[in-house]
């Protein structure tokens, strides 16, 4: 199975000259957690979370409305591609401990979102199957890594 057969398209995303107020209410009205941040081009060029909007109207000393997306979110991008297998994505999602992945396509341009949820709901329709493409315990697994502790994982 390939990420396109589960992933969520078409996503919202914002830009990098957006600012946190603005995310936050795409982020609401999409009720998601998560956004890519697309360039000019259309390229993607990284996440921002409810939680880095979260942490940064908490210790920036300026309002939301004030503060770019780009000064807030991960430079790193971290995605897959729509032809890569699931368990791939999985295993990176693992290993970067991310609930979410940009699915962008050969050139950086958006085409879709991965998630938690996806897969979750995916192993959900796969119970019962003889040879499930995605069991509960492919989620849990990746779950389980996600959800380590960074300062106890580096312990």
């Given amino acids: 199975m390939k990420v396109k057969d589960i992933m969520t ?19 609401w009205d999409s009720d998601c957690g998560a956004l890519p941040v697309v360039d ?9 979370t409810d939680r880095d909007i979260c942490m940064s109207a908490a210790t920036k000393n300026r309002p939301p409305s004030q503060v770019s997306v780009w000064e807030t979110s991960s430079g790193r991008l971290v995605a897959c591609s729509p032809s890569d297998h699931l368990h791939d994505a999985l295993a990176k999602m ?40 995605l069991s509960y315990a492919d989620v849990m697994k990746t779950l389980k890594a996600i959800s380590t502790h960074r300062l106890l994982a580096a312990a």
């Fill in 94 to 133: 693992a290993h970067e401990r991310l609930r979410r992945l940009p699915v962008v396509n050969g050139d950086g341009f958006l085409v879709g979102i991965l998630s938690m949820n996806d897969l979750i709901l995916r192993a959900e329709e796969a119970v019962g199957k003889k040879v499930p493409d």
């Fill in 40 to 48: 000019s081009d259309g390229r993607v060029i990284g996440m921002i």
């Fill in 9 to 27: 398209s078409p996503v919202q995303y914002c830009s990098p000259d957006n600012n946190l107020a603005e995310a936050a209410a795409k982020l």
